[in-house]
């Protein structure tokens, strides 16, 4: 019993710092927009981000200055960043879950 409330928290720990985005998408909308948003737009230009010539994204339900957004250079490599348009601040890289595609 003792191991498995050890093992519990350290492996959370793993999954948070692993860089993956799967465990932020739970707050987010369901669905992906592409529509522009000069806001997310102007976040990711101020960060100086050059993986986003085309971007699709999700309002978090909770902040509605949040957003998951997904960017591509290419049309195939995707990455997925948190921008938080109020402040216009980035976060990222991070791994993509095929299966939220």
Not at 3 to 23: A, D, H, N, R
Not at 25 to 35: L, N, P, Q, R, T
Not at 62 to 79: A, M
């Amino acid at each position: 019993m003792k191991q498995q409330i050890i093992y519990t928290p350290l492996l959370s720990l793993l999954f948070l710092f692993s860089g993956c985005i799967e465990s932020k998408e739970d707050k987010f909308e369901e669905e992906w927009h592409d529509k522009t948003n000069i806001k997310i737009g102007r976040s990711l230009t101020k960060n100086k981000n050059r993986d986003c010539g085309e971007f699709k994204y999700k309002k978090n339900l909770n902040y509605s200055s949040e957003y998951l957004v997904r960017c591509t250079r290419d049309g195939k490599v995707w990455k997925a960043y948190i921008v938080y348009s109020l402040i216009e601040e980035v976060e990222g890289p991070f791994k993509i879950n095929p299966k939220n595609d």
